[in-house]
């Protein structure tokens, strides 16, 4: 398996939700073999960018991460975004709520972080403890702040076409597609799963470039027939090593945004091990998606950061 980094420039119109690269660096196949799409590589690249903007503000943005309880992998992801943010001259904010905590509590917390001065960015790490409403915690980020668009408001706007941000690892997805500077419009496109992150999320984000793709959901009839006829696979299902090489056609370019438990590890709904002979181009897991959602939840970030900016020259 050859590993393929595409270089870029991008330009963010998140109004649009487009995500178009602005100058591909196409590293071409020499044979038949598939190809990997290096997220880190790309993430890297975009946040190099980011840094670059996030310099060129005359303050320094917040970026909080809301965590309740002490869920390992969540503490992880926490201290994780923590050094990304560091890293980019973003200040982190500390958040850290005991599992014991309750719904009213919790939306009244984040409610005094939405006041922090220079905030820029409010998340909750999911999942909380199943006492506390999830809906209402992300509901009490000022729709402003919220990078993960998924409070109620941003969620309703990202689909609406009204929203300064998108979801992460929607605009992750379209990304990694981008970098291949393939032309979909004859292309048969097939989303696989409809949830709430990634599926309904870029099924919509496909259909607003006038593209026509089909979206597999549980109950569809004759899902093997369509993935065998299908050019251009996003899988978002979270079934482990799902897809092999029989329910795939030559050529086919897999973004796949499924993570699953398997041992010790993390893996996708591909089975690159089985689809390396058939696939063009797959995006691993790790390694794909997950590093370029990263860069795209602080590209929001910057967005906020962009706004607040023009609201205080305009104060001034």
Same mark, same amino acid.
């Given at each position: ?63 909080c991460d809301v965590l309740v309880g002490v869920d390992p992998a969540s ?111 004859? $292309? #048969?496109?097939? &989303?696989?799963?409809? !949830?709430?992150?990634? *599926? ?7 259909? @607003?470039? %006038? ?16 993935? $065998? #006829?299908?050019? &251009?696979?996003?899988? !978002?299902?979270?079934? *482990? ?7 795939? @056609?030559? %050529? ?39 590093p370029v959602t990263i860069a795209m939840l602080f590209k929001n970030v ?15």
């Amino acid at each position: 398996m050859d590993v393929v980094f595409i270089g870029m420039i991008l330009t963010m119109n998140f109004l649009e939700h487009n995500t178009s690269p602005l100058a591909p660096l196409l590293v071409k196949k020499k044979n038949k073999k598939m190809q990997i799409i290096d997220g880190k590589r790309i993430s890297k690249y975009i946040l190099e960018d980011i840094k670059k903007e996030v310099e060129k503000l005359d303050f320094v943005p917040v970026f909080c991460d809301v965590l309740v309880g002490v869920d390992p992998a969540s503490v992880q992801y926490v201290n994780m975004k923590r050094k990304k943010a560091e890293s980019l001259g973003i200040e982190f904010h500390e958040a850290f709520f005991g599992a014991e905590i309750s719904t009213d509590q919790l939306v009244q917390e984040i409610k005094k972080i939405n006041k922090i001065e220079n905030m820029c960015g409010v998340i909750v790490q999911l999942p909380l403890p199943e006492h506390v409403n999830a809906r209402e915690s992300l509901d009490a980020i000022d729709p402003r702040l919220d990078v993960d668009a998924l409070g109620s408001v941003n969620s309703q706007n990202f689909y609406q076409g009204g929203s300064a941000v998108g979801l992460p690892t929607a605009l992750a997805c379209m990304v990694l597609l981008d970098s291949l500077d393939l032309d979909l419009k004859e $292309k #048969n496109i097939v &989303v696989l799963g409809y !949830g709430d992150l990634v *599926g309904k999320p870029v099924f919509s984000l496909l259909e @607003k470039r %006038g593209l026509n793709p089909v979206a597999l959901r549980s109950q569809t009839e004759n899902k093997e027939e369509i993935l $065998k #006829n299908t050019d &251009v696979i996003i899988s !978002g299902i979270g079934k *482990g090593l799902y897809i092999n090489r029989d329910m795939i @056609k030559e %050529g086919v370019v897999i973004i796949d945004a499924g993570t699953s438990e398997e041992g010790a590890g993390i893996v996708g709904d591909v089975d690159l091990e089985s689809d390396r002979s058939v696939a063009s181009y797959v995006s691993p897991v790790p390694g794909g998606v997950g590093p370029v959602t990263i860069a795209m939840l602080f590209k929001n970030v910057l967005e906020v950061a962009k706004q607040k900016q023009k609201q205080n020259e305009s104060n001034k």
